[in-house]
């Protein structure tokens, strides 16, 4: 189980066979962060604040029985399309590493396979799953926009 539970943290932190989070986020120009090119329906600070929005969503899920989740879709993504200020998009960005720890702290305190009384047959390995899945996805959208706006350095 030891070996399982290491590969799940690694899968949930990135790298290996994708860019990382912190990579994807790392030394973008504040003023860029709204920007939406060529037509794309999100900007970057949209993205991620999604990111935030739902991997919190399930960290919360999985520790509270009680957890109310936001309305889907609208309480999931933000309608602004930039964050007010720097202290907005660090507070972000902070709160994504800090809910990962705690959810990872999760991983070693409880059954991975036992469903949620609380849910509908979901369990810690799912949510797991669908974090890293979640997070793989909207991350490499995070490079496209970047790599179109030509700020991306691999």
Do not use: C
Not at 95 to 113: G, M, R, S, V
């Amino acid at each position: 189980m030891e070996v399982f539970i290491n590969e799940l943290e690694k899968l949930l932190k990135g790298g290996s066979a994708h860019v990382t989070f912190k990579d994807a986020t790392a030394d973008i120009p504040f003023e860029v962060l709204g920007e939406r090119p060529h037509g794309l329906p999100y900007s970057i600070w949209q993205l991620v604040e999604h990111i935030r929005i739902a991997q919190w969503d399930m960290q919360e899920f999985s520790r509270n029985d009680n957890h109310k989740s936001p309305k889907w879709p609208e309480e999931y993504w933000p309608k602004e399309m930039a964050p007010a200020d720097k202290e907005n998009w660090d507070a972000s960005l902070m709160q994504i590493t800090e809910d990962l720890k705690a959810f990872l702290t999760l991983l070693n305190t409880k059954n991975l396979y036992e469903p949620f009384a609380h849910g509908s047959g979901q369990s810690l390995l799912r949510e797991a799953l669908q974090i890293a899945d979640h997070t793989a996805y909207h991350v490499a959208e995070i490079v496209v926009i970047r790599r179109l706006l030509g700020i991306w350095k691999p």
